[in-house]
Structure formats: C-alpha cells, structure tokens
C-alpha cells in the first residue's frame, strides 16, 4: 500500500464527496469540483463517492448506482482531481464509517434530525402524500425510511472519521456541517474524552448554480442540468434553448441581467470578468442580442469542457478499480485509526476485553 498522500507534510484535511446517482454536472464543476483541484494542492484531501448514502433513497437500483459510480469517478479524474494527490475512495469499502454512524446515532434525538432544514426540504420533494397541498405546513410523516432520516448521522461518521479541518459543500450542505459538529462535541463530552474534532465548511462563489431553465438550482430531478461530459451538440442545444430575459424581446432593447441565465454561467465560468462586466453594461443598454451573449458562452464553454472532455476519455482507460481501491485501502487506515480510539471511548471491542 502506498504512503498516505501528503500525509508527511501534516497539511489540513479536506474531506467531501457525492452521491453516485448520476453523472456530475455544472452545479457541481461550479460548486464545488473546480475548488477540489486547488485544495488537493494545499491539503490533505479525501474525495468520497457516497454509494451508501446513495442508497439511502435509491435502495434496489443497482444498476444506477453502478454505473454512476464510474460516470463520478471519471468526472473526477476528468475534471483534474489527481489520484496520486487526492484520496479517491468507495463508501462502501470503508465499513468503519457504517460502525461510526451506529455509535453516533445514541446522540443525536429524532427530532434533532427532524428540524435539519435540508432534511424537511427533500422530505418534502421526494416523499410528497398525494392528498398535501403545496401551501400546507411541512410535515415530516411517519412513512420516511429510517435511513433517510438518519443520513446526517451517516455524512457526519463520514466527515469526523477523517478529523476533516474542512468541508468543501454548497450551501444546501450546512446543516450537515452543524449536525457533524454538534455530534462531535457530544461525543467528546459524554465520553469525556477528545477523539472527535469539529469542522469548517467551505462555500465557494458559486455554491449554487441556476438551471438552464432559468429555476434557482440546477438539479438531475429538476431535469435542467447540463453534464461535465456533455458533448459539443448538447453544449450547443443547452445554449440555444437557455432561459435569457423573456422581456428582451428587439436587439435594441435594455436587457436584464438579474435572473439571466446566460450571465450566471458566463460569472461562474469565465475566467475574465472585467471582459464579462463589459458585456452586462452593453446588453443592459440595449443593442446586444440574445444569440451574440450565447456565441459568447458557447464558445466559453466549449474551451472550458473541451479538455475536460478529452481527459475523461484519456482516463476511461485507466484501471478504475485501481484507483477505487487503492485509495479505499488508504481511507480504511485513517477510519480505522479513528474508530479503534472511538470503541476505546465507548469502552467498546478490544478495549471491552481489557476488563474481563
Ligand atoms: N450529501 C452529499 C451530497 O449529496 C454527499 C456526501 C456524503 C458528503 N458524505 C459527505 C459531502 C461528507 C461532504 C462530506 O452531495
């Protein structure tokens, strides 16, 4: 097994991950994935492909969650996330994170879980009664599976097993950053002992992308996302079709650029935003068309996804299951390490033996 990467240095520790229920998309190049390639530089960073939460709503579907592992890791691996710097690792291989969850769960109260704001809200999307009206208080009912329910247990195990100094997550991530510290503090004071250690969240500018609808996220279930790996024609079709400002109707009129989608992708991904500054003041005063600012993006998009693009299929011929392994062996040991000092706390596994 390898030396754990950058470990020597005693760098900060950055840990996040994502589901694998579908290939990345802009949100999360925006979000979060472009952020992940400088850290590896500066940190000692851990990228998880969360099969086990994935499972959480989407238990049964094997296939998705399969081949959507692969489409993550090669976003990763396409995007720039270097396994040779970045602890790439499956969920699912690091059991200490389940045994982690279970030990947490006598210290968190149903309904802790229930006031978590990002909890209620996929609650609401995803476990809608059909007699609720959209005006009607948000209730959680009874028939939520247990494990969804308890996933920000599950993503706290996840983040604290690592001593995370740092989580990079958008925005809707919050409130499992504050469930994570609230635990960890717990922990150390029911025990009496410091083994857990509190975390940072990280935003970056962008922590949440618009559709290309124009709807305030971009989201697989909201069918307005456009993929990392979207080839040129669906590049170009996402554009073409792309919410602007429906009241710019004559290239002589202002043009809005609040709620302009074309303008939120140009902010997120150009890199020069004076050039991006002096197209919003042109178009608000009228006299630039829709299809010139979305010529423009286009051609952003194409230079940014081109090479992403390329490296993706570059990297379809790695040895996937290396990699996955690999880096799955090296999170185990820092897991395990974190776990065996958890039981000790807890008085639990080996350390039980010590009193008999
Ligand atoms: N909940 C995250 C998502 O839906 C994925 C995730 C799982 C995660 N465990 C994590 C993110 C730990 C940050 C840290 O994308």
């Given at each position: 097994?390898?030396?754990?990467?950058?470990?020597?240095?005693?760098?900060?520790?950055?840990?996040?991950?994502?589901?694998?229920?579908?290939?990345?998309?802009?949100?999360?190049?925006?979000?979060?994935?472009?952020?992940?390639?400088?850290?590896?530089?500066?940190?000692?960073?851990?990228?998880?492909?969360?099969?086990?939460?994935?499972?959480?709503?989407?238990?049964?579907?094997?296939?998705?969650?399969?081949?959507s592992?692969?489409?993550?890791?090669?976003?990763?691996?396409?995007?720039?996330?270097?396994?040779?710097?970045?602890?790439?690792?499956?969920?699912?291989?690091?059991?200490?994170?389940?045994e982690?969850?279970?030990?947490?769960?006598?210290?968190?109260?149903?309904?802790?879980?229930?006031?978590n704001?990002?909890?209620?809200?996929?609650v609401?999307q995803?476990?809608?009664?059909?007699?609720?009206?959209?005006?009607?208080?948000?209730?959680l009912?009874?028939?939520?599976?247990?494990?969804?329910?308890?996933?920000?247990?599950?993503?706290?195990?996840d983040?604290?097993?690592?001593?995370?100094?740092?989580?990079?997550?958008?925005?809707?991530?919050?409130?499992?950053?504050?469930?994570?510290?609230?635990?960890?503090?717990?922990?150390n004071r029911?025990?009496?002992?410091?083994?857990?250690?509190?975390?940072?969240?990280?935003?970056?500018?962008?922590?949440?992308?618009?559709?290309?609808?124009?709807?305030?996220?971009?989201?697989?279930?909201?069918?307005?996302?456009?993929?990392?790996g979207?080839?040129?024609?669906?590049?170009?079709?996402?554009?073409?079709?792309m919410?602007?400002?429906?009241?710019?109707?004559?290239?002589?009129?202002?043009?809005?650029?609040?709620?302009?989608?074309?303008?939120?992708?140009?902010?997120?991904?150009?890199?020069?935003?004076?050039?991006?500054?002096?197209?919003?003041?042109?178009?608000?005063?009228?006299?630039?068309?829709?299809?010139?600012?979305?010529?423009?993006?286009?051609?952003?998009?194409?230079?940014l996804?081109?090479?992403?693009?390329?490296?993706?299929?570059?990297?379809?011929?790695?040895?996937?299951?290396?990699?996955?392994?690999?880096?799955?062996?090296?999170?185990?040991?820092?897991?395990?390490?974190?776990?065996?000092?958890?039981?000790?706390a807890?008085?639990v596994?080996?350390?039980?033996?010590?009193?008999?």
């Amino acid at each position: 097994m390898h030396a754990l990467k950058n470990s020597s240095l005693k760098l900060p520790i950055s840990l996040t991950g994502d589901r694998p229920t579908g290939p990345l998309h802009l949100g999360h190049l925006a979000g979060s994935l472009l952020q992940r390639v400088t850290l590896q530089e500066t940190h000692q960073s851990f990228v998880m492909i969360a099969d086990g939460q994935a499972l959480t709503d989407n238990t049964g579907r094997r296939a998705l969650i399969q081949t959507s592992i692969r489409d993550v890791l090669l976003d990763y691996l396409a995007v720039g996330i270097d396994p040779n710097k970045t602890t790439i690792f499956l969920q699912s291989l690091v059991p200490e994170l389940f045994e982690l969850t279970f030990h947490l769960m006598p210290l968190v109260t149903v309904s802790r879980l229930e006031r978590n704001p990002t909890i209620r809200k996929e609650v609401q999307q995803k476990f809608k009664k059909e007699d609720e009206g959209e005006n009607d208080q948000p209730i959680l009912h009874r028939d939520i599976p247990v494990g969804f329910l308890t996933y920000p247990v599950s993503q706290s195990a996840d983040i604290l097993a690592f001593h995370a100094d740092i989580v990079p997550v958008g925005s809707d991530q919050l409130p499992m950053i504050e469930q994570a510290n609230e635990l960890a503090l717990r922990f150390n004071r029911v025990t009496g002992q410091r083994v857990l250690k509190p975390c940072s969240a990280l935003l970056t500018n962008t922590p949440r992308l618009p559709g290309i609808d124009g709807k305030a996220k971009m989201g697989k279930s909201l069918g307005n996302v456009l993929n990392i790996g979207a080839d040129e024609a669906t590049i170009k079709k996402a554009i073409k079709n792309m919410y602007t400002d429906p009241t710019h109707l004559k290239i002589s009129d202002p043009g809005k650029v609040e709620g302009n989608v074309v303008f939120a992708y140009l902010d997120a991904f150009h890199p020069n935003s004076a050039e991006v500054e002096l197209l919003k003041t042109q178009y608000q005063k009228g006299g630039l068309s829709d299809r010139s600012v979305k010529d423009f993006l286009e051609r952003t998009l194409l230079d940014l996804l081109g090479p992403i693009r390329e490296r993706r299929i570059e990297a379809e011929k790695l040895n996937l299951k290396d990699i996955l392994r690999d880096g799955s062996n090296q999170a185990r040991l820092v897991a395990t390490e974190t776990l065996e000092q958890v039981r000790e706390a807890l008085g639990v596994g080996v350390s039980a033996l010590g009193g008999l």
